[in-house]
């Protein structure tokens, strides 16, 4: 055989062998970020607006959802689908501003209260005091306890024992979609000023939840909590 055609093919073999192991390690990594399926759940219910089937979970006193909401709310603005895809609502659900986000829970749901999420947290190992501060609240690593075992970046940090689920589904704001796979944000309905409202995040790398004031345009993920 010709040594300059023996070359050639050495250097195709050698570029489809790196092309393979490409794919593979690519591969890989995107079944270690797959959602994991939501099987240790209580139970079911459907949207009747749009027959959507959501699980939930019993959580101490509390009944979450154990995914983030899917509602398009179709008579307003303020509410998308990760970089305008369909697929990631399917996925991580819907980003509501919070006056939709308000509005957007099932009959029978509600957006839980400042006052609820703190219930969640210190069930999930938060000191009280630690609930009732700003910034990053640490103690029990509570959010260990709520983030899903999978989906997020470089391994994420969750156990989910207490079956909350937490996914990283990003944020938007001021126009830009941003940290999907590192960071959720979600609204409660407790509301500071006319501009801003309270609520929480998690990101991938850290065991602490963070509770501030947000701007109410912003785009956060929301988890109905059902009424008692």
Known sequence: ???NVTRQL???SCFVSRSA???LISLLLASCNKIEPLTDVDGHFTDTRD???YAFVNIGTQTWMAENLRYNVTDSTGWWCYNAAEANCDTYGRLYSWENAMKACPVGWHLPSDGEWKTLEIFAGMTASDADSLGWRITGA???ALKAKKGWNSGGTGENTVRFSAIPSGIFEQGTYSFIGDLTSFWTSTYTDETHA???AMIYHAE???RWKYTKT???SVRCIKNQ
Do not use: H, P, Q, T
């Open 1 to 3: 055989m010709n040594i």
């Open 10 to 12: 050495s250097r195709v």
């Open 21 to 23: 192991l490409i794919l």
């Open 51 to 53: 027959d959507k089937e």
């Open 142 to 144: 509570a959010a260990i």
């Open 198 to 200: 309270l609520g929480r």
């Open 208 to 210: 602490g939840i963070y």
């Open 218 to 220: 912003s785009g956060f």
